[in-house]
């Protein structure tokens, strides 16, 4: 069973950067395809962003993309979303996910991902 710990999230004023990790464990990492999702007050789920086992293609939600970055070090089993430019509408909870038999490009069309983190809360002040 995979398990995914996110840390990083946390209250940041508009304009103002996050840094969030994720860290795998219970399968070889470099076998998961790994992402972002994060969920708003009152939102439906949004795909965020995902990277390839290789780490040589990456997808981001048109609301993100210029602004956040995914990149992933298989050595240190993480992936890693910097958040830059952040705005009051990316307040949300954001969930680590990892995804074991599919593409990073399913993740991309918001296909559900074979597991979860618990989330981390993310709140960006006007």
């Known amino acids: 069973q995979v398990q995914l710990v996110e840390s990083g999230g946390g209250l940041v004023q508009a304009g103002g950067s996050l840094r969030l990790s994720c860290v795998a464990s219970?399968?070889?990492?470099?076998?998961?395809?790994m992402g972002w999702f994060r969920q708003g007050p009152g939102k439906e789920r949004e795909f965020v962003a995902a990277?390839?086992?290789?780490?040589?293609?990456?997808y981001y939600g048109d609301s993100v993309k210029g602004r956040f970055t995914i990149s992933r070090d298989n050595a240190k089993n993480t992936v890693v979303l910097q958040m830059n430019s952040l705005k009051p509408e990316d307040t949300a909870v954001y969930y680590c996910?990892?995804?074991?038999?599919?593409?990073?490009?399913?993740?991309?069309?918001?296909?559900?991902?074979?597991?979860w983190g618990q989330g981390t809360q993310v709140t960006v002040s006007s």
């Open positions: 996910a990892a995804e074991g038999r599919r593409p990073a490009l399913a993740m991309s069309r918001n296909e559900t991902p074979d597991y």
């Open positions: 219970g399968r070889t990492f470099s076998t998961l395809a």
């Open positions: 990277i390839s086992r290789s780490g040589s293609n990456t």
